[in-house]
């Protein structure tokens, strides 16, 4: 028995878990449609695709979700996660889906997928016959994720450090990569049944002033964390920063570097895709704004040539987004598309080489740990604050690299902590700033820059 096969055995002895017939759940994936695979998708898509999010407590009301989602047009259907289940949980799981079930009130933040098991969710998925997308923020996935496969959801978001950092204060971060890595082999196993599972990174981190450089590369390490064990189709990510322009040069370089690294390991087949997230921070209160943001970063979405767009939705300030309101995003995002022509291709050279060194010095300095593998590297470059997301929660995390907006809204690295940022680059972002403040001046203007869209 391989370690992969004892360790499946362990997980799926839990005590909330239906029964896995694997002989059946191969059979199946061999079989399924290839309407419920986004990597088919994408590689027969003659528009940009749209997915919002979205995810309830009980079968009838996830299943009423995709009902509107669908009469909406929807191109990827969200299957968001509740947060006892990403936290393993499923016994607290267990109790408020009863209690959801019986009361007709919401007791959960999302569908507890464990605890509905894959038998019943299946019969969802295949009656909408369209992609799903599993989104969930859990660092250790590896039961979660065998439960999505069997259901039909080939799709699957996050990573080590993108479902790490921005979500816990102390969950163990090499367990994380080793649980992970569990789940990058489960998906490229499937792949070789059908078409290929895709994977998904999680760009936009805190969402708080998360500089480019380290976002890129996060995305690109997670890619090649999954490339390596055999995944062929995956998405980097990044959400909407505040800065057209910032936004514009960061996709460009994204999408060249992820390339560049993919062919570095001998990569060149897989498949790799773009996703943009709408704005992740703080939402106007004013409703109105609210929609104009989200159009915009419709318009910004094409810019970069993003290959998908996860929308939001108006009411993200007040609450949990009624299925009305998502739905109401996604038919607004399809018509802004539709009548989206003639954009201009917009270059900033100097942006761009700037970013490139960046990120490809901090790259540098993570190949060159000791460590004997990729993972350990990582995990001590972010030990050793090499990597450094501002505003994490995690104990690993330095936080010492601080950043701020510059007048035309672009995110500034002022101080660069342990990240080896190259001086020639450091001197370039800090001459942007108006440095000269005081430092209470200087700390209301972060405090500003993070809720710059309300």
Same mark, same amino acid.
């Given at each position: 028995?391989?370690?992969?096969?004892?360790?499946?055995?362990?997980?799926?002895?839990?005590?909330?878990?239906?029964?896995?017939?694997?002989?059946?759940?191969?059979?199946?994936?061999?079989?399924?449609?290839?309407?419920?695979?986004?990597?088919?998708?994408?590689?027969?898509?003659?528009?940009?695709?749209?997915?919002?999010?979205?995810?309830?407590?009980?079968?009838?009301?996830?299943?009423?979700?995709?009902?509107?989602?669908?009469?909406?047009?929807?191109?990827?259907?969200?299957?968001?996660?509740?947060?006892?289940?990403?936290?393993?949980?499923?016994?607290?799981?267990?109790?408020?889906?009863?209690?959801?079930?019986?009361?007709?009130?919401?007791?959960?933040?999302?569908?507890?997928?464990?605890?509905?098991?894959?038998?019943?969710?299946?019969?969802?998925?295949?009656?909408?016959?369209?992609?799903?997308?599993?989104?969930?923020?859990?660092?250790? #996935?590896?039961? *979660? =994720?065998?439960? @999505?496969?069997?259901?039909?959801?080939?799709?699957?978001?996050?990573?080590? $450090? !993108?479902?790490?950092?921005?979500?816990?204060?102390?969950?163990?971060?090499?367990?994380?990569?080793?649980?992970?890595?569990?789940?990058?082999?489960?998906?490229?196993?499937?792949?070789?049944?059908?078409?290929?599972?895709?994977?998904?990174?999680?760009?936009?981190?805190?969402?708080?002033?998360?500089?480019?450089?380290?976002?890129?590369?996060?995305?690109?390490?997670?890619?090649?964390?999954?490339?390596?064990?055999?995944?062929?189709?995956?998405?980097?990510?990044?959400?909407?920063?505040?800065?057209?322009?910032?936004?514009?040069?960061?996709?460009?370089?994204?999408?060249?570097?992820?390339?560049?690294?993919?062919?570095?390991?001998?990569?060149?087949?897989?498949?790799?895709?773009?996703?943009?997230?709408?704005?992740?921070?703080?939402?106007?209160?004013?409703?109105?704004? #609210?929609?104009? *943001? =989200?159009?915009? @970063?419709?318009?910004?979405?094409?810019?970069?040539?993003?290959?998908?767009? $996860? !929308?939001?939705?108006?009411?993200?300030?007040?609450?949990?987004?009624?299925?009305?309101?998502?739905?109401?995003?996604?038919?607004?995002?399809?018509?802004?598309?539709?009548?989206?022509?003639?954009?201009?291709?917009?270059?900033?050279?100097?942006?761009?080489?700037?970013?490139?060194?960046?990120?490809?010095?901090?790259?540098?300095?993570?190949?060159?740990?000791?460590?004997?593998?990729?993972?350990?590297?990582?995990?001590?470059?972010?030990?050793?604050?090499?990597?450094?997301?501002?505003?994490?929660?995690?104990?690993?995390?330095?936080?010492?690299?601080?950043?701020?907006?510059?007048?035309?809204?672009?995110?500034?690295?002022?101080?660069?902590?342990?990240?080896?940022?190259?001086?020639?680059?450091?001197?370039?972002?800090?001459?942007?700033?108006?440095?000269?403040?005081?430092?209470?001046?200087?700390?209301?203007?972060?405090?500003?820059?993070?809720?710059?869209?309300?």
């Amino acid at each position: 028995m391989s370690l992969l096969q004892e360790e499946r055995e362990i997980i799926l002895s839990n005590e909330f878990v239906d029964t896995f017939d694997f002989a059946e759940v191969e059979d199946f994936v061999k079989n399924a449609s290839k309407n419920l695979f986004i990597s088919h998708r994408f590689r027969n898509k003659d528009k940009m695709l749209v997915q919002p999010r979205g995810g309830f407590p009980t079968y009838k009301k996830q299943f009423a979700l995709y009902e509107f989602f669908t009469d909406a047009n929807v191109d990827i259907l969200p299957l968001t996660i509740d947060s006892n289940t990403r936290l393993n949980d499923y016994g607290t799981a267990q109790k408020m889906l009863r209690l959801s079930e019986e009361n007709d009130v919401d007791m959960l933040n999302g569908y507890p997928l464990v605890n509905h098991g894959y038998r019943t969710t299946r019969k969802m998925i295949t009656h909408f016959d369209r992609p799903v997308s599993l989104r969930h923020g859990t660092p250790d #996935a590896r039961l *979660l =994720i065998e439960t @999505a496969i069997a259901s039909g959801i080939f799709e699957i978001e996050g990573g080590p $450090i !993108t479902y790490l950092l921005p979500y816990s204060k102390n969950f163990p971060l090499d367990k994380a990569f080793l649980y992970w890595k569990y789940v990058e082999r489960v998906c490229a196993n499937y792949s070789a049944l059908n078409e290929p599972i895709n994977r998904e990174s999680f760009g936009p981190l805190t969402a708080t002033l998360v500089p480019p450089s380290i976002t890129i590369v996060i995305q690109l390490l997670e890619m090649l964390l999954a490339l390596e064990e055999g995944v062929k189709s995956f998405s980097v990510s990044f959400a909407q920063q505040g800065s057209m322009s910032q936004d514009i040069v960061t996709g460009a370089v994204l999408k060249k570097l992820a390339r560049y690294y993919a062919e570095q390991i001998d990569c060149a087949d897989a498949d790799i895709h773009l996703v943009y997230h709408q704005w992740m921070g703080a939402f106007p209160t004013n409703q109105n704004f #609210a929609e104009q *943001l =989200i159009n915009m @970063a419709t318009v910004i979405a094409s810019m970069v040539g993003a290959d998908k767009i $996860i !929308t939001k939705t108006r009411e993200e300030a007040s609450g949990i987004p009624t299925k009305e309101a998502n739905a109401k995003t996604v038919a607004d995002t399809q018509y802004t598309l539709r009548i989206l022509n003639g954009l201009p291709n917009v270059v900033d050279e100097e942006e761009e080489e700037i970013l490139t060194l960046e990120v490809k010095a901090i790259m540098e300095a993570v190949f060159n740990d000791s460590a004997d593998t990729l993972w350990r590297k990582v995990f001590n470059s972010i030990k050793n604050g090499v990597i450094d997301v501002p505003f994490s929660p995690h104990i690993i995390n330095h936080n010492e690299m601080i950043t701020i907006r510059d007048d035309q809204k672009n995110i500034r690295i002022i101080k660069r902590g342990n990240v080896p940022i190259p001086d020639r680059c450091y001197d370039y972002e800090r001459a942007q700033c108006d440095l000269s403040k005081d430092q209470t001046s200087i700390v209301n203007d972060i405090i500003h820059d993070i809720g710059i869209m309300q």
